[in-house]
């Protein structure tokens, strides 16, 4: 998202806990994107707007879509009105899921 970014520009990120999920939140002020666009952007070696010329491989947003996925979230792509996009990653909360990772594993 960095080298999509305008020299000019911002990157905002958030996070938040709301109705039983943990939200991640990237957004930037880059270039303009169609709808087109978005469904482009998480396809491997795909890259969207005037990223197309650039020196990235269009890979990021696709691994990081498959390990959300991976993981029983998910992500999701909306174009901002002045150009630019959000990312948003969600993950389901389980309370059995936090307990289980402070369980201490083999003597440790």
């Known amino acids: 998202m960095l080298s999509s970014t305008t020299a000019a ?3 905002e990120v958030s996070t938040r806990y709301e109705n039983g999920e943990s939200i991640l939140e990237i ?3 880059g270039h303009d994107l169609s ?4 469904d482009r952007l998480l396809q491997p070696f795909r890259r969207a707007g005037q990223a197309r010329v ?3 491989t269009g890979l990021g947003l696709s691994i990081i879509h498959n390990i959300v996925r991976a993981h029983g979230g998910r992500l999701t792509l909306h174009a901002l009105l002045d150009g630019g996009l959000t990312v948003r990653v ?3 909360h389980s309370v059995g899921n936090v307990e289980t990772l402070l369980e201490p594993r083999d003597g440790r």
């Open 9 to 11: 520009g911002w990157i």
């Open 27 to 29: 957004a930037n002020s």
């Open 35 to 38: 709808s087109e666009d978005l």
């Open 54 to 56: 650039g020196t990235s």
């Open 90 to 92: 969600t993950f389901p």
